[in-house]
């Protein structure tokens, strides 16, 4: 039978730290046993530096794997090899679908959840949190943050332990899934 191993989920806004919060924590539990799943593509410049200081802080033994649609699948792949898979970030993804048109996100959600819970590895996700902003001004972002959203309360609701990180500062929401969202009550 296969050991099960734990799934952590990471949020916070934008800089706030989340990012490299969770490479600690991927190198705390895993060392150079890292593979890094990279979600974003590089359209423009300033994105291009963005991911050039993410791979910069990077330890150079991590694996990299840049997948920016099949999260479940490299999830799959890396969990027999790899101490930790380290996805960064579930926000770069969900526009990834968004912008491929994509019509069943959530449920895409509800099966990267079921991955990340099934794995013998540490599977640790980044994802945006966006509900603390203001009300975008047009239909697109709208939908683009409620679909990240749900996705964020998915795969949080799904975790083993779930952390915010604000202001570079990490606490943990909830350890060992012992926590009940009141929506479910």
């Known amino acids: 039978m296969k050991q099960q191993g734990r799934f952590i989920?990471?949020?916070g806004g934008s800089r706030s730290g989340k990012s490299a919060f969770a490479e600690r924590l991927a190198w705390d539990l895993g060392g150079g046993n890292v593979a890094y799943v990279a979600t974003a593509q590089v359209l423009d410049e300033e994105m291009e530096r963005r991911v050039a200081a993410h791979r910069r802080r990077r330890p150079s033994e991590w694996a990299t794997f840049e997948e920016p649609l099949d999260l479940p699948e490299v999830i799959a792949k890396t969990g027999a090899r790899y101490a930790v898979t380290?996805?960064?970030?579930?926000?770069?993804?969900?526009?990834?679908?968004l912008?491929?048109?994509?019509?069943?996100?959530?449920?895409r959600a509800r099966r990267l959840a079921q991955t990340a819970t099934m794995t013998s590895n540490t599977v640790i996700m980044v994802s945006g949190e966006v509900g603390w902003g203001v009300i975008a001004d047009n239909p697109l972002s709208r939908q683009f943050c409620d679909?990240?959203?749900s996705t964020n309360q998915?795969?949080?609701g799904a975790a083993d332990?779930?952390?915010?990180?604000?202001?570079?500062?990490?606490?943990?929401?909830?350890?060992g899934g012992e926590f009940t969202?009141?929506?479910?009550?």
């Open 147 to 149: 679909l990240l959203g």
């Open 9 to 11: 989920f990471v949020t």
């Open 154 to 156: 998915i795969l949080a």
């Open 181 to 185: 969202p009141w929506s479910a009550r």
């Open 86 to 97: 380290l996805v960064d970030c579930i926000t770069m993804w969900v526009s990834n679908l």
């Open 99 to 107: 912008f491929r048109e994509e019509r069943d996100i959530l449920d």
């Open 161 to 175: 332990d779930a952390y915010v990180t604000i202001s570079g500062i990490s606490l943990m929401l909830k350890q």
